[in-house]
C-alpha cells in the first residue's frame, strides 16, 4: 500500500524566505508526527497531531515555525522567515493511533531543505 | 526527559561477522522500543519494534533485539552480516502511555560491512 509521502523532496531557499513543507500520511492513520533530521542535532521530534488537533508545540524550535492539520490526514510545516541554521531533513511519520499497540510510526522519504 | 544512548557511532564489520549494536534509554516510566534502519538514500523503516511481552524480538532481515528492563537497554543484534546491511541504525523509545511526546531518537550508528 501507499507510505507516508512528502513534497517536495527538495528545496532551496533563500535566508528570510517563508517555506511550506507538505506531508501525506498513510490513508486511516490518525496520528501524525514531524521530525527533523541534521547533522549536529540527530533526529529531533518537532509536533505530533491527533486528528487536527496539536496539543502540545513546544517541540517546535522557534516561533517561525508553525504546523497544521486538515481534515484529519494532509498536515503542513510553515518555517517563516528561514534561518541557515533551518537547514535540514523534515522527516513525517504517521501510526495508526496514538499510544499502545498502535503506536509504529512509519516514516515519509524526508523534505531536504537547504537555506542559503 | 527521555534520553537513548547509542554507544558506537561507526562499526566496520566483514561479511558473517556477528553485530550487536549497544542502546541504552533513560526513562521512569513504561516504554515501547524500536530499531529503525535508514539504507544509503532511502528513507527510515522499522526494523523491529518492543511493546510488550517476550524480550526477545525478531525482526526484519535476521535481526533480533533483547529487551532487558533491569539494564534499560534494547540492543540490536544479527549473527551474521551481509554487505547489504550497510546502513545507519537508529534506536528510538517512546512512552507506552502515548505519543505526546514522539520519538525519543539515539544519534545513530552508521554500520560499515567489508566485502
Known amino acids: 500500500g501507499a507510505g507516508v509521502s512528502q513534497s517536495p523532496s527538495n528545496k532551496v531557499t533563500e535566508k528570510g524566505k517563508d517555506v511550506e513543507l507538505r506531508c501525506d500520511p498513510i490513508?486511516?492513520?490518525?496520528?501524525l508526527y514531524w521530525y527533523r533530521q541534521s547533522l549536529g542535532q540527530g533526529l529531533e521530534f518537532l509536533i505530533y497531531f491527533q486528528g487536527n488537533s496539536a496539543p502540545d508545540k513546544s517541540g517546535l524550535p522557534s516561533d517561525r515555525f508553525s504546523a497544521e492539520r486538515t481534515g484529519g490526514s494532509v498536515s503542513t510545516l510553515t518555517i517563516q522567515r528561514t534561518q541557515q541554521e533551518d537547514s535540514a531533513v523534515y522527516l513525517c511519520?504517521?501510526?495508526?493511533?496514538?499510544?499502545?499497540?498502535?503506536?509504529?510510526?512509519?516514516f515519509g522519504p524526508g523534505t531536504r531543505l537547504l537555506v542559503l | 526527559a527521555q534520553s537513548v544512548s547509542q554507544h558506537n557511532h561507526h562499526v566496520i564489520l566483514s561479511e558473517a561477522a556477528s553485530l550487536e549494536l549497544g542502546c541504552n534509554y533513560s526513562?521512569?516510566?513504561?516504554?515501547?522500543l524500536f530499531w529503525y534502519v535508514q539504507y544509503p538514500g532511502q528513507h527510515l523503516q522499522l526494523l523491529l519494534k518492543y511493546f510488550s511481552g517476550d524480550p526477545l524480538v525478531k525482526g526484519i532481515k535476521g535481526f533480533e533485539a533483547e529487551f532487558i528492563k533491569s539494564k534499560f537497554s534494547f540492543n540490536l543484534r544479527k549473527p551474521s552480516v551481509q554487505w547489504s546491511d550497510t546502513a545507519e541504525y537508529f534506536c528510538a523509545v517512546i512512552s507506552s502511555g502515548g505519543g505526546a511526546d514522539g520519538l525519543t531518537f539515539g544519534k545513530g550508528t552508521h554500520l560499515i560491512i567489508q566485502p
Open positions: 526513562y521512569g516510566g513504561t516504554v515501547n
Open positions: 490513508s486511516g492513520h490518525t496520528a
Open positions: 511519520a504517521s501510526s495508526l493511533a496514538l499510544g499502545g499497540a498502535g503506536e509504529t510510526q512509519y
